[in-house]
Structures are given as structure tokens and as C-alpha cells.
């Protein structure tokens, strides 16, 4: 030891060595993971985003609040048990107080506003405002009948269950890596979407974070003055986040085309074009009587001619694929879980509507329909089939 050097004491030298000790012993004996392992494990979030599409394709076709709690029930345990603790699987939990909002707003405007649905049962009667001849079936306060309100329930908990199923997917699928899996044709589009998706998730986050250093400063963090000390903050991490995201972009190329002959061109937007009147007229035809026999033929050529589009439009963005991630099996079961929900209530929808659609004029309690509520237990196939992501 030279002159010039401070002395170190031997316990806190043997102290420094015990802990690399421990350290590279703690390295050596965790778990590890190989990249190709965990990238198999997880699934593709197109597979994610069908099954809760479907899920909310079941809840259209339905006004059962006890078939809509199952479905509501069983897209939450998905959830619970799949969601990853990155900042847009946060989404859920905001999503759900929206449509808890939803519900109150629907039943307080049957109330305040009326219900073109006649009623025998009141509940109370509002006072009724005047309203000019120019306004006439609109009507402010009056008598409000409990068929209104159950039926201003029921319209509201519908809603409510597409927004849940929406922000299952939310908090399931990584918007990256959705975005990764896009087609060249469409990535332009989702960009723009998933940016617009994940500015809420960022959000929540940035303003739990917030009022979380509030608290620990002893800080108000709630009411109108800490939502405006909050409001700041929050404001300048989007616009930093904005610009750290324009110069991401602008790095990677983003915008960047290749040159395509003019009759590749011309070809792309016919059939793009083509093959989205096709899938209108297709879905227009099923879903009326009188095009029973031509809507399912028009609408699988629709969307034939617009995935070839969509293919050849993908040779003006050449990019390439990092891992890309594999459809497999465990995408089919998924998808098959959700879509087999959504046709099992149309089905239901079809041969009994008493039992999807439980009347309001006479009020009778709902009644949980058997095999309906069985078809909507398929939605929880995912909860058993899928591994959980490696935190």
C-alpha cells in the first residue's frame, strides 16, 4: 500500500468480499430463462384482441344481466391471472370505472330525460319541466316507472361489458408487439392506433406515480387543487414522451417507401377498395332477411380481395421482423374459445330471444338460460391453456 492511500479496515474488506460472494452465488443458482423460451412462451396479442372482439360480439347479442355478468366475470379472471405488471396492462381497472360511469350515466338520463317505455310500477315522480311544441318526445322530470329503469339498466350494462372486453384486450395484448405483427400495408395505421392506445395506460401511470411523490411529501393529492398540481407534470412527460417517440421514428425510418410499379399500384387499391364494399354489402346482407343467400358469398370475397390487397400493399414498406412472433396452437385455442362464445349466443339470440332478452313490459325477474351460460365458460379456456409471461 502506498503512502497516499486511505487504510481500509479487514471486516469491511472481508464485509465487501462476503457480498460478492453471495452475489455470484445468487446469480448462478437463479433460474434461467433462454430469450427463445420465454418468446415461445408468450402469445400472439392477435390472439388476445380476437377472443375479447368475440367476447363483445357475445355481449351485443344479449341484454341477460346474468349472461353478461358471466361474460364480464370471466374476461376479469382472464385477466387476473395473465395480466404482465407493464404500465398498459394497468388499463383494466380504468376501463372497468368507465363503464361503471356508463351504467350510472345511461340509468340517470332514463330518469331525468324519460323512456319511450310504459310502466306500471312507479318509483317516484321528478318534477316535470315545460318544454316548447318543437321539443315533443323529450320530456324533463315526470313519473319514472321501474320498467324504464330496469330497461335503461339493462341497454347500460351492455355497454358496459364491450368497454370491460375492450380493455381485457388492453391489458393483454402488448401494443408493440401487436404493432410488430401488423401487415406492411397497415403499419403507417397502427402506429397511429397504438400510439393513441397506449397514451391512457401511460397516462394512469404517470398520474399514480404523481400523487404517489405527493403523498410521500405530504402533499394533497386529491380534490381540485391536486389535480391541478398533478396536471403539469403529467402534460410535460406526454410531450416529452411525443418527442422522444418522433425521434424513434424518425431513427428507424419511419415513413420510408420503396418504389412500386404503377400497375401493382393500381391493382392494391382496387382490390383493397373491392374487398371492403364487398365485406359491407357481405355484413349488410347477413345481418337482413332478404340477403340471406348472397351475404356470406359476398363477404368471403370481400375479405379475400382485401387480405390480397393488404399484400401486395406491403411491398411499399419493406421492413423486417425481429422474432416474430408464431401463431400457434395456443393462438387457435384462444381465438377458438372466444369466437365459439360469440356464435353460441347468436345462435341462442336466434332460437330463443325470451331467454337473451328477458322482458321489461310485464317486469320479470331474468332467469340464467342453461346452455348459454355454458357456451360463455368457454370463455375461460385461455385461463388454462395459455402460460403466464415470465414477470
Known sequence: MSPGEPKQSCGSGRAAADRAHAAVTAERSAPRLSPGRSHRAALHPGAWWLWAVSLGVAATRTTNPLLLALLISASAYVVATHRSPAPWARSYTAFARLALAVLLVRVLFAVALGSPIPGTHTLLTLPEVPLPHWAQGIRLGGRVTAEAVVFAA??????????????????????????????????????????????????????????????????????????????????????????????????????RTAEVPARVRRTTAALTLGGLLGVCAGTYGLLTAAGGSYGLPVLLAGVGAALTGLRLGGRRSPRTRYRPDPWGPRAWLVTGSGAAVAALLTLASVRDPRALHPGVVPLVAPTLPLWPAVAVLLALLPAFVVPREPS
Not at 402488448?174 to 410488430?180: I, M, Q
Not at 395506460?201 to 399514480?208: E, R
Not at 404523481?210 to 410521500?216: E, H, K, N, P, T
Open 154 to 255: 339493462y341497454d347500460g350494462l351492455k355497454l358496459a361489458t364491450l368497454l370491460i372486453c375492450v380493455g381485457a384486450a388492453n391489458a393483454l395484448a402488448s401494443p408493440t408487439r401487436l404493432l410488430k405483427s401488423l401487415p406492411g400495408a397497415l403499419y403507417e395505421t397502427g402506429v397511429a392506433v397504438v400510439v393513441a392506445l397506449t397514451f391512457a395506460p401511460h397516462l394512469i401511470a404517470d398520474v399514480q406515480r404523481l400523487r404517489a411523490a405527493r403523498r410521500l411529501r405530504g402533499r394533497p393529492d386529491r380534490g381540485v387543487r391536486g389535480l391541478l398540481q398533478v396536471g403539469l407534470p403529467v402534460l410535460e412527460g406526454a410531450l416529452e414522451r411525443s418527442v422522444a417517440l418522433a425521434a424513434a421514428m424518425e431513427a428507424r425510418g419511419y415513413g
